[in-house]
């Protein structure tokens, strides 16, 4: 069984999300967060826009900074603490 079908309401026939899951659906949230997190390879650096590209290509709901944050505060992500590099970490 896939362990992100529960998403599948939130996805659209590309495979994109449409929506972010609301606060009472935590799970969710934290499923969609960790499958976008999947699209970043562990060791790499990315810059901020890289980011914001790659989860454009996978959400359409145009807020990738509110989902970059999201990431950044469940640690699927790091950052400098200027913010101009991101990285996957190995949780």
């Keep these: 069984m896939d362990r992100y079908a529960c998403l ?4 659209d026939e590309a495979g994109r999300f449409t929506q972010l899951p609301g606060k009472r659906q935590k ?8 499958s976008l997190a999947e699209y970043f390879r562990p060791g790499l650096r990315y810059s901020e826009k890289e980011i914001n590209e790659t989860l454009n290509a996978h959400h359409t709901f ?5 989902l970059r944050r999201m990431m950044f505060g469940r640690k699927l992500l790091n950052r400098t603490v200027d913010g101009r590099a991101y990285w996957r970490t190995s949780k």
Excluded: F, W
């Excluded at 799970?27 to 960790?34: G, R, S, T, V």
């Excluded at 145009?62 to 509110?66: I, K, L, M, R, V």
């Design 62 to 66: 145009n807020d990738p900074a509110t």
């Design 8 to 11: 599948d309401g939130y996805r």
């Design 27 to 34: 799970i969710k949230q934290d499923l969609m967060l960790e």
